[in-house]
Nanobody
Framework: QVQLVESGGGLVQAGGSLSLSCAAS????????MGWFRQAPGKEREFVAA????????YSADSVKGRFTISRDNAKNTVYLQMTSLKPEDTAVYYC???????????????WGQGTQVTVSS
């Protein structure tokens, strides 16, 4: 089992920045790929970014490329999502997830955090 706890969400103005963290506990964190997803009201959960276990490859959705950066610190069992140039359409609950591979679909992940709200005002 892997337990995931997100933090760092909040309210920010358009153009601002936020940094999300996801702390993991339980089984060996470094052997899991980690992903960030988001879900806005009335919409399906969508892929944001992912990083594989070795940290050699990262993947981002086109909508966040150049603005969001995913990283991980295996020594701290933590994955991060640095978000810059935020837009109102980035408003959603953000979830981190752990799985065997850095899939871009939620079905590819085995463990999920409870989510953290990010609200971007215009």
């Amino acid at each position: 089992q892997v337990q995931l706890v997100e933090s760092g969400g909040g309210l920010v103005q358009a153009g601002g920045s936020l940094s999300l963290s996801c702390a993991a506990s339980g089984r060996t964190f470094s052997s899991y790929a980690m992903g960030w997803f988001r879900q806005a009201p009335g919409k399906e959960r969508e892929f944001v970014a992912a990083i594989n276990w070795s940290d050699s490859n990262t993947y981002s959705a086109d909508s966040v490329k150049g603005r969001f950066t995913i990283s991980r610190d295996n020594a701290k069992n933590t994955v991060y999502l640095q978000m810059t140039s935020l837009k109102p359409e980035d408003t959603a609950v953000y979830y981190c997830a752990a799985g065997k591979f850095a899939w871009t679909t939620p079905r590819g992940y085995d463990y999920w955090g409870q989510g953290t709200q990010v609200t971007v005002s215009s």
